[in-house]
T-cell receptor, first 111, second 110 residues
């Protein structure tokens, strides 16, 4: 089944404790992206990747890192999480410019 | 930078009534996509519009792309409780950057 898999589904952590949210897709898509969703603000892009070893900042990249060492994986790294990074995070992938396939989301709470 | 404005933020309708959400971009778009997110779920692709003035229909849903390729609308005829969710437009600019609107949350009274 074609899908984007995100883990974990829920995560509660404390300020400053490094964490990684994993994202994997099995559709051989070149394009992958991370979004955060906050009430009233819609989906804001954090980082995106057009292909392996190619990553670019989105609209809200501060406090986040990503890597694209393999085509299927695009982890999101928070080196030192802060409470303002409490949000719902979505990973998505697509063939370049095409429709986005979203993962199920990760609800992150930073205390 | 490019912005995509979407209104209204919320719409509460009686089942059977129509519903429309509108998107406006500050710049000309290459294409516009529409997504639906059910409560507690993730966004799911509905449709993509590419041509100026394009109109597409999916059962009770009608999607339009403006002549200037700066605005778009989604109209649902005779809403049902299964239509509940948040509808997002997403405009793609000339550099293939996809910008999401803030979404319209649809609530349907049975």
């Amino acid at each position: 089944e074609a899908q984007v898999t995100q883990n974990p589904r829920y995560l509660i952590t404390v300020t400053g404790k490094k964490l990684t949210v994993t994202c994997s897709q099995n559709m051989n898509h070149e394009y992958m992206s991370w979004y955060r969703q906050d009430p009233g603000l819609g989906l804001r892009q954090i980082y995106y990747s057009m292909n392996v070893e190619v990553t670019d900042k989105g609209d809200v990249p501060e406090g986040y890192k990503v890597s694209r060492k393999e085509k299927r994986n695009f982890p999101l790294i928070l080196e030192s999480p802060s409470p303002n990074q409490t949000s719902l995070y979505f990973c998505a992938s697509s063939l370049s410019g095409g429709k986005l396939f979203f993962g199920s989301g990760t609800q992150l709470s930073v205390l | 930078g490019q912005q995509v404005m979407q209104i209204p933020q919320y719409q509460h309708v009686q089942e059977g009534e129509d519903f429309t959400t509108y998107c406006n971009s500050s710049t000309t778009l290459s294409n516009i996509q529409w997504y639906k997110q059910r409560p507690g779920g993730h966004p799911v692709f509905l449709i993509q519009l590419v041509k100026s003035g394009e109109v597409k229909k999916q059962k009770r849903l009608t999607f339009q792309f403006g002549e200037a390729k700066k605005n778009s609308s989604l109209h649902i005829t005779a809403t049902q409780t299964t239509d509940v969710g948040t509808y997002f437009c997403a405009g793609m600019d000339s550099s293939y950057k996809l910008i999401f609107g803030s979404g319209t949350r649809l609530l349907v009274r049975p």
